[in-house]
């Protein structure tokens, strides 16, 4: 190998060795990125999730008031077996 072909290769190796330094950063950037995106995703879906249960829970654990028609006829009706 003579001198000047041990030069290009020298300078094709620097030259390769700093395009990687330059984008290194942006790689790790860009799967720093997808993994903040993924747990978000992911965070997402457990508080929809979680959000959805509890309208079933409260909706089959609500306890049912009655009206107020209900409540009058109630009360007329122990105070007949009261006065009776």
């Known amino acids: ?7 290009a ?3 094709m190796v620097a030259t ?3 395009l990687v330094l330059m984008i290194l950063p942006s790689l790790v ?3 720093r990125e997808r993994r903040i995106d993924r747990q978000l995703r992911e965070a997402e879906q457990a508080r929809e999730g979680e959000r959805t249960r509890m309208e079933v ?5 609500r ?4 009206s107020t028609a209900t ?11 009261v006065s009776s």
Do not use: C, F, H, N
């Not at 306890?63 to 009655?66: D, L």
């Not at 409540?71 to 077996?81: H, N, P, T, V």
């Open 16 to 18: 390769l060795a700093l």
């Open 29 to 31: 950037g860009i799967v």
């Open 1 to 7: 190998m003579t001198a000047e072909q041990t030069e």
């Open 71 to 81: 409540w009058y006829a109630e009360g007329r009706r122990s105070k007949k077996l």
């Open 9 to 11: 290769l020298i300078g």
């Open 57 to 61: 829970q409260k909706s089959s654990s």
């Open 63 to 66: 306890s049912t008031v009655p």
